[in-house]
């Protein structure tokens, strides 16, 4: 680690009641837990781990990054040293992890990167809490973030995947996550570490990488450029606001039964298709066009590789256990995700430019 990262952890007064390692807090989902537990919960010590891959942003974290309470460390979770240095250092009691590759198009094209980060980082990460830890676990928690995609694709019916589905990964994203859940199942049986896991569904909202489906139509609307639908857009996801599943992890964090599955999801399914047709009509208004104006930017392009059907989840354990539901309507989610976008265009043109460009025209020059 870094003197000066070293330092400013260490300047901080050790009279916090926790310290807690969030990893990929520079991410989507992670800026909006850690700015949750900064500030909810100024009694503890929160440190970042991210490497600020490309989906990896300290922008994201600009309203916090000054709280005493908060520190950032720039770093793998592949690097041992690291890890163990950190441990060691700060005392780590907590650990929620969701540092990863999260997008299943770039898992297509780079398998193996997955599998480091995803697999053998959330291993190397188990391994430096247990070392750490050294089977004293009294007050201690490794809880992994993890995906409804490792539950595989359900038919057009009424099914929802459960904490018993089968697992059934279908892509090397997918795959890899599974497999770090595997992991996370073997420490707490193996070794008994006490760790809790959550699977989610889609999640929405601001900070989110402009290459998942809904920044990257809302970008593409903005500015009248094509709208890439794969194959029919028939397939179904269930969407969740961003902030909704933080405060589902909140909960899980500080009450989750230590060992056990918790499924987190919107109960609000769409195709592809419909959703975009709501994106199109929010964004054309906002925007000040005559309603359906993007409608012309829709384009069917070739389906993605072993793209999952219909994923929907069945929340209800969460809810009857730990008193969690979603907070948000869609419709107000999706209008307040729309509008942040438009709002910030600085945001998105800071990400979208240099290297992602590249990316993307690569991406869709094949299809
Ligand atoms: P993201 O891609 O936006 O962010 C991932 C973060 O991890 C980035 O900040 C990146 O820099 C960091 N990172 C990547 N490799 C790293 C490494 N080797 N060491 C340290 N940091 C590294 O992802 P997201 O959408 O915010 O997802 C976060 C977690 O939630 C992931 O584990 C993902 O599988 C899971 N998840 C995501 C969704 C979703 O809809 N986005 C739904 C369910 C679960
Ligand atoms: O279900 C949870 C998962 O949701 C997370 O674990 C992943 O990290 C996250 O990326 C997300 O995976 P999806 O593959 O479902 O998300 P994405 O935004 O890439 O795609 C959503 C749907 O839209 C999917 O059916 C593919 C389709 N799609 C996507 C893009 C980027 C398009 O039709 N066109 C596109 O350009």
Known sequence: MP?????????????????????????????????????????????NLDKLTYAGNLANLKDIENKPNYTFVKGDICDESLLKDLFAKQKVDGVIHLAAESHVDRSIKDPFLFARTNVLGTLNLL??????????????????????????????????????????????????????????????????????????????????????????????????????VYGKGENVRDWLYVEDHACAIDVIFHKGRVGETYNIGGFNEWTNIDLIKVMIKVADKMLGNPEGTS?????????????????????????????????????????????????????LDNVTSGEYQKYYEEMYADR
Not at 18 to 29: D, N, V
Not at 314 to 334: M, R, V, Y
Request: overall charge negative; hydrophobic content about 30%.
């Open 3 to 47: 003197e000066t990262d070293e330092k400013k952890i260490r300047m901080a007064t050790e009279s916090y009641k926790r310290t807690i390692l969030i990893t990929g807090g520079a991410g989507f989902i992670g800026s909006h837990v850690v700015r949750l537990f900064v500030n909810k919960y100024p009694e503890y010590k929160i440190i």
């Open 127 to 228: 391994q430096a809490a247990k070392e750490s830890w050294k089977n004293d676990y009294s007050g201690k928690l490794f809880y992994h973030v993890s995906t409804d995609e490792v539950y595989g694709a359900l038919e057009f019916d009424d099914t929802l995947f459960t904490e018993e589905t089968r697992y059934d990964p279908h892509s090397p994203y997918s795959a890899s996550k599974a497999a770090s859940d595997h992991f996370v199942r073997a420490y707490h049986d193996t070794y008994g570490m006490p760790c809790v896991i959550s699977n989610c569904s889609n999640n929405y909202g601001p900070y989110q990488f402009p290459e998942k489906l809904i920044p990257l139509f809302i970008h593409n609307i903005r500015n009248k450029k094509a709208l890439p």
């Open 295 to 347: 409608t012309e930017l829709i384009t069917y392009v070739t389906d993605r590789a072993g793209h999952d059907l219909r994923y929907a989840i069945d929340a209800t354990k969460l809810k009857k256990e730990l008193g969690w539901e979603p907070s948000l309507q869609f419709e107000e989610g999706i209008e307040k995700t729309i509008s942040w976008y438009l709002d910030n265009q600085d945001w």
